[in-house]
């Protein structure tokens, strides 16, 4: 593992050793291109750092006080050169603009690639929230959060395109391995594409300051090949389960507020401030990252969501035992 993987690895919350968000391993073409831009930012400054520190050292050594030397003697005064002012001028400009120019190259290449005709393009809107992300696919009729599921891409087909936006302040979006940071910024759209060619789940992570539980704005990318992602949105784009054993359940979770924030897609729960839950348990994560979606961490969740996720918008429905039973009973046959 390399050191800059071990460093991300502790600030992105739920990453596991297999699951690392590692700049350096990229498997998109945006994330090749910017790799490509850090390996030469980092030899020029190894060189810069070589020369600089070498310099000093051999400053150092050579202009020492020798041990029997009985006097101090002055060395030669020099007042200005033009040739090294000229050297220390020009050669740092220089590099600064072939750092401008080949980031602007890289830039330019990935917002101005637009799918090739018959590529299959998948289309994606992410919305960033304090703090979770909404996934919408717009064409495939499927709104999740927190997790993207994109399809292996092979030559240029089904590459993934993004629109990014904010719905309140400004968060980035970033999925290491895919490709690098994109700000979301509200009132504005901006774009991104990834095509991921190697199958695995990804780990994002909101790159820009936006409050208190910036740490704990995951994201997860699950690429998957084709016949699996298709048959991914086939059953996303489908209306809730309506398991007739949970109705009771059911009546109680829609006589609860949690309906004015949730949506259930195809009940009368259509709140939109908060994560679509239509299918809740088919996600790997609950409060974007902060638990595992497991039965007990939902009965811990959402008995106080507040304790996980201190500020997060979801507030502590103080519901007793019996009812957190039933909206949890309910909540697990959303699959
Ligand atoms: Cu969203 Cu930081």
């Known amino acids: 593992m390399t050191v800059p993987a071990l460093l991300l690895q502790m600030a992105v919350p739920g990453s596991h050793a297999n699951r690392i968000a590692d700049t350096f391993n990229p498997v998109a073409t945006p994330a090749h291109m910017e790799k490509g831009i850090a390996i030469l930012t980092i030899a020029i400054c190894a060189v810069i750092f070589v020369v600089v520190g070498g310099m000093i050292v051999y400053a150092f050594v050579h202009y020492r006080a020798k041990r029997d ?3 101090f003697e002055e060395p030669p005064q020099v007042y200005g050169s033009n040739q090294i002012e000229l050297a220390w001028t020009v050669i740092p400009i220089l590099i600064v603009f072939v750092l401008i120019g080949v980031s602007a190259r890289v830039i330019r290449g ?10 299959n393009p998948v289309y994606a809107t992410v919305v960033g929230h304090q703090w979770w992300w909404e996934v919408h696919y717009p064409d495939l009729g499927i709104t999740t959060a927190n997790e993207i599921h994109m399809p292996v891409s092979q030559k240029g087909n089904h590459a993934t395109f993004f629109t990014l936006e904010s719905a309140d302040v400004d968060h980035s979006f970033w999925i290491p391995q895919l490709s690098g940071k994109t700000d979301v910024i509200p009132n504005r759209n901006n774009f991104l594409w990834m095509d991921p060619s190697k199958a695995g789940v990804y780990i994002g992570q909101c790159a820009e300051y936006c409050g208190t539980q910036h740490a704990h704005m995951g994201l997860r990318a699950i690429v ?3 016949p699996e992602f298709k048959k991914w949105a086939a059953w996303q784009a489908k209306p809730a389960v ?3 054993s949970v109705a009771k359940d059911k009546a109680v979770f829609d006589s609860l507020a949690c309906i ?8 009368i729960a259509q709140g939109k401030f908060a994560p679509d839950l239509t299918h809740l348990m088919s996600r790997q994560t609950l409060g974007a990252g902060v638990l595992s979606n497991t039965p007990q961490h939902l009965r811990d969740w959402v008995n106080d969501p507040q304790k996980y996720k201190v500020g997060c918008k979801m507030p ?3 519901l007793d035992d019996q009812q957190l039973t039933e909206v949890v009973a309910y909540l697990e046959t959303l699959k």
Do not use: F
């Open 69 to 71: 030397e009985q006097e």
């Open 260 to 267: 004015n924030c949730h949506t259930v897609r195809g009940t």
């Open 224 to 226: 998957q090949p084709v």
């Open 316 to 318: 502590d429905m103080h």
């Open 242 to 244: 309506e398991d007739p």
């Open 110 to 119: 990935i917002q101005a690639h637009k799918p090739a005709p018959h590529s």
